[in-house]
């Protein structure tokens, strides 16, 4: 949960065709000896050695394709930030209605989500950030009432590139993934007991694990499906 990421926007990009379609990958060079292949934000990302040159990067690819392309068509984009667009809010799609008053306020009639500024963006960006911050601070003041010897904890969101939460034990403290208001409420309680178990395990040890498992027997399941739906 604590990998950290670089922005695509910054790495080199080039096209490669796998399967039947051809597709752009990104690659950033790293004083590293292994070559490392992810899915982020629905494309490939290459993290190399920096000796190694392109043919052998594209092998790679081209080696583990089934398995990149199932990964990116499990993708799905979160949001389309226009008049008519759509945004996720936890799993549920809703149609994105503008009704410009210039007050920077969202209302749900329904599946529609009524946006009453033109920054449509940031209006909704705002909405979503409150109604995850919202069902963060219930579900973690439940969760320390009854399965956790703590108090309190602070909680801060961020949008994060390659990470669904991060715990900072010493300082009483976990960020969130603002990406997590588009994703199904069993999944984000999976990132919060797995964020609120490093207070008793910091690292990620079998016993960090076993935590989790007693407050949450079907973890893995959960895990694997938030790696599918992919930040």
């Known amino acids: 949960m604590d990998q950290k990421g670089?922005?695509?926007?910054?790495?080199?990009?080039?096209?490669?065709?796998?399967?039947?379609?051809?597709t752009s990958y990104f690659i950033q060079y790293k004083k590293i000896k292994n070559c490392y292949l992810k899915v982020e934000q629905g494309q490939i990302v290459v993290h190399a050695p920096q000796m190694m040159n392109i043919?052998?990067?594209?092998?790679?690819i081209i080696q583990n394709q089934d398995k990149l392309l199932k990964r990116m068509d499990q993708y799905f984009c979160k949001a389309d930030y226009v008049d008519q667009g759509y945004v996720y809010l936890f799993n549920q799609k809703y149609r994105i209605l503008l009704k410009d008053v210039g007050i920077k306020k969202c209302a749900i009639h329904g599946l529609d989500l009524y946006v009453y500024h033109r920054d449509i963006e940031k209006t909704v960006t705002l909405f979503l950030k409150e109604q995850l911050m919202d069902y963060l601070v219930r579900k973690i003041q439940a969760y320390l009432l009854n399965d956790f010897p703590l108090n309190k904890v602070d909680i801060t969101l961020r949008k994060m590139k390659s990470r669904w939460g991060a715990c900072f034990y010493?300082?009483?403290?976990?960020?969130?993934?603002?990406v997590l208001v588009h994703v199904d409420k069993k999944l984000i309680d999976y990132v919060i007991v797995h964020e609120l178990c490093h207070f008793i395990e910091p690292n990620h040890s079998k016993e960090f694990y076993l935590e989790i498992e007693k407050r949450m027997p079907d973890?893995?399941?959960r895990e694997k499906r938030l790696a599918e739906v992919g930040i």
């Open 6 to 22: 670089v922005s695509i926007q910054r790495m080199e990009e080039r096209k490669i065709k796998i399967g039947n379609r051809i």
């Open 55 to 60: 043919d052998q990067i594209e092998a790679l």
């Open 170 to 178: 010493k300082k009483n403290k976990i960020c969130f993934n603002s």
């Open 219 to 221: 973890y893995k399941q």
